[in-house]
């Protein structure tokens, strides 16, 4: 980019007057602005991060946490070109990949570290006591960042078109994650064996230790005289507590199913260029495009005009481009102004050229386009296949005509081209007498007509085709084709009014097949303020459809395009998803050494869902494909901390403690650490989620998903998951007691005399 530019500054001081070369449509622009967001948000999130951990760690336990970050990051740098073809560069997606890892990665050391710390606090400042720290959370440590490897693991083997979108973000955080373990395992703890605990002493320590005692004494102090007792009284009413959760969750889908919760499948992202395409119906002369595209031109220069003052008096089209495709096509390029720079979004803009431009006679297809994010493709696309072409035409004019209908539904269209005028011949019933077929008829009028070659004749090198037919005075007209006769296959000749018929139609340019059947594709836009593609999907398949195909026989229809596209994504997501969750399953069995535990840890992975719906409805975002993304990224970590919690109430109940008081310490154990894991992920997101440019539309919505789902996950980890194992210790104690009276009833007992 730099040197085209160079070479333009040069070679616009030798043009002649009046002449000069512009830059436009620089992508190296949205490169370096995708980059700098990158880089700031990422800059922020590590210092958020930082902040958090300093407030709740010592000074020198939070620095050395911190520098696994860094280690990770490296780490994955260095295998990032071996694992796959997108994730070789530093992109916009390798990069977001490192920021929505940015607070996942730390918290393995957090766990470590927080052990390690209390250990020492306990027990005196030895090697041996840091390495007990370090082993008491170093299995279900390690198996948490497993788990979340496993629903990251599958998103590496999709394939549709918007795979290495998920193969690049899930590559960097792979790779982070197992730099992690190696971090938190070896690494930290030989930092932190060397490192000098020192008690607290008020009159020792500056401002700084002092507001890091207030808040690690005032955790302590909540966890154990606040959170304990609603602990308690939440496991005391454990079966009430879970039909809480459910009510929520049933209440969080019901806000997307509702609409409140905007879905769409790809994020609508105004964009910096506009484009706009024609095509004219077949037959159409010249100057009709020509006109269209100068009626198109006049529209952008009164629009920009109208909008420019709106836009603090800066004009909004920087440059436009006009080209013809064909004699019946064609369509204009517009580059707005940067859209950090302008009030006006190209969505408002877009709206204004086309409501300008208005309906035009003798267009077949006419589309406007300013978003990114679907590469291009309508947001709703039908196509009907059938036998009977006819059928299928009427079919298509209904389903447009229906379409028409929704509010916020405009760009109808279909993939059925009409040609030229066309002649159509029809048998009589008394050619069946004489035995006339209909290929007869159309082969004798074709010879008449066009000629049928009589012999070559090589003349050089060249070979000349000699054709027979009518002389040119008399093939002429339509007329001439009502005089002409036809033999019969005795020999006999027969006017052509006797034995055949004609009507006038319009023939079709193009010709759409799908399995041999022809098919007929219908597309339209929308405007997701307005109506969403899913619920419109839904109301046309279920109840309009169904009609239409029973009104026409022969007739059937399926999606395609981009509702297609969707339909195969949620396909391989859910194959990919039941992968993930049979992996997760066996990792939680291996440390947990349970079959129906790792079943109570998995069962809160739903309860994610609520945080991230919360996000969407707070910051006003659609439910997307990228929202999907983000709880994907939140299975593993709710899980992460869940396996920890049972692996402490697990060795409480070990050492001999009964079930409740179990729960109840290893809940106040591990509240700060948990406290701590969710805070760091969630402002090291939080940049990223307020951010305003254009390029970071596309990634909020996962970001929010995950901060706000992480949130949740808090909830989830801290109450739920002690209800569930007290509700499972007790299934597991009515199954024992129902086993032993089975077998008291088949197997006397023996010390029973008779």
């Known amino acids: ?46 210092l958020l991060v930082f902040i958090m951990l300093t407030l709740f760690l010592r000074f020198k336990v939070a620095l050395w946490v911190l520098v696994g970050i860094p280690i990770c990051f490296f780490g994955a740098f260095l295998f990032m070109d071996k694992l796959g073809a997108i994730s070789t560069s530093i992109n916009f997606l390798s990069l977001f990949g490192f920021i929505l890892v940015l607070g996942i990665v730390v918290d393995d050391a957090i766990i470590i570290g927080e052990s390690v710390y209390s250990e020492i606090k306990k027990n005196g400042h030895t090697k041996e006591n840091v390495v007990i720290g370090a082993k008491r959370v170093a299995v279900p440590a390690t198996f ?86 609603m602990l308690e009284k939440v496991i005391e009413h454990r079966v009430l507590t879970l039909i809480s959760f459910f009510a929520i969750l049933i209440m969080s889908i019901g806000l997307v199913m509702s609409g409140l919760i905007k879905s769409e499948p790809f994020p609508s992202i105004p964009g910096d260029m506009i484009q706009a395409r024609f095509t004219l119906n077949e037959g159409s002369p010249v100057s009709a495009r020509d006109e269209l595209i100068r009626k198109m031109e006049a529209a952008i220069d009164k ?75 309508s947001a709703i696309s039908f196509r009907l296949v059938g036998t009977n072409y006819h059928n299928l035409e009427l079919a298509s004019r209904e389903l447009q005509s229906k379409l028409a209908e929704y509010d916020g539904v405009f760009d109808i269209r279909t993939s059925n081209s009409a040609g030229n005028q066309e002649i159509e011949l029809l048998l009589k019933p008394s050619a069946e007498t004489l035995g006339i ?40 007209s339509i007329t001439n084709l009502e005089n002409m006769r036809i033999r019969t296959p005795s020999g006999e000749w027969v006017p052509f009014s006797s034995v055949a018929e004609f009507k006038l139609g319009k023939g079709v340019s193009s010709i759409q097949r799908e399995d041999r059947k022809r098919a007929v594709s219908v597309m339209a836009d929308i405007n997701p303020e307005k109506i969403q593609s899913g619920i419109l999907i839904g109301e046309i398949n279920g109840e309009f459809i169904p009609e239409l195909v029973k009104k026409y026989p022969g007739v059937k229809s399926e999606l395609s395009g981009q509702s297609k596209e969707m339909g195969e994504l949620f396909r391989e997501l859910g194959n990919s998803m039941l992968f993930a969750f049979v992996m997760i399953y066996v990792l939680l069995a291996i440390p947990l050494k349970s079959y129906l535990q790792p079943i109570m840890v998995m069962s809160v992975i739903p309860f994610g869902f609520i945080g991230a719906i919360v996000g969407h409805l707070l910051f006003g975002k659609s439910f997307s494909m990228m929202s999907g993304f983000g709880i994907i990224a939140l299975t593993g970590v709710v899980v992460n901390d869940s396996l920890i919690m049972v692996e402490f109430v697990n060795r409480a109940r070990r050492e001999g403690l009964r079930l409740k008081d179990a729960v109840m310490q290893a809940g106040v154990q591990r509240f700060r650490a948990i406290m701590l894991t969710s805070l760091t992920t969630f402002f090291g997101l939080l940049p990223i989620m307020f951010e305003t440019s254009l390029q970071a539309q596309i990634v909020i919505p996962m970001a929010i998903s995950l901060a706000f789902g992480i949130l949740f996950a808090t909830v989830i980890t801290l109450f739920l998951i002690p209800s569930l194992y007290m509700i499972l210790d007790g299934f597991k104690d009515r199954v024992r007691r129902l086993g032993r009276w089975i077998v008291g009833i088949f197997v006397p007992d023996p010390t029973q005399q008779v």
Not at 454 to 471: F, L, N, S, T
Request: glycine residues 10%; contains cysteine; negative net charge.
């Open 144 to 229: 948490g960042v497993l788990t979340t490897i496993a629903a990251f693991a599958p998103l590496l083997t999709l394939d549709f078109m918007f795979a290495p979108f998920f193969e690049a973000i899930a590559i960097v955080v792979i790779l982070c994650l197992i730099f992690s373990l190696i971090e938190s395992k070896w690494i930290l703890p030989a930092h932190l064996a060397h490192m000098k605990y020192e008690t607290y002493d008020e009159t020792k320590v500056g401002k700084l230790g002092r507001i890091q005692h207030a808040i690690r004494e005032g955790m302590e102090n909540f966890a154990k005289n606040k959170y304990r007792p």
């Open 303 to 377: 629009v920009d005009n109208e909008l420019t003052e709106q836009n603090s008096g800066e004009p909004i089209a920087l440059h436009t481009l006009s080209w013809t495709q064909g004699d019946n096509g064609g369509g204009m390029l517009v580059e707005l102004t940067k859209g950090e720079t302008r009030i006006v979004d190209s969505l408002k803009f877009e709206r204004a050229w086309r409501n300008e431009v208005g309906e035009v006679a003798g267009v077949k297809d006419l589309r406007f386009m300013s978003t990114t994010g679907a590469g291009g493709d």
């Open 437 to 476: 077929t209909l290929a007869d008829l159309g082969r004798q009028v074709r010879q008449a007509f066009y000629g049928e070659e009589a012999q070559r004749i090589q003349r050089g090198k060249d070979e000349i085709k000699v054709m027979v037919r009518y002389p040119k005075e008399e093939r002429k």
């Open 1 to 46: 980019s730099q040197a085209v530019s160079k070479y333009i500054a040069e070679k616009n001081t030798t043009l002649p007057q009046g002449a000069q070369i512009e830059l436009w449509g620089d992508g190296a622009v949205y490169l370096q602005q995708r980059l700098d967001m990158m880089f700031d948000n990422m800059g922020m999130g590590i």
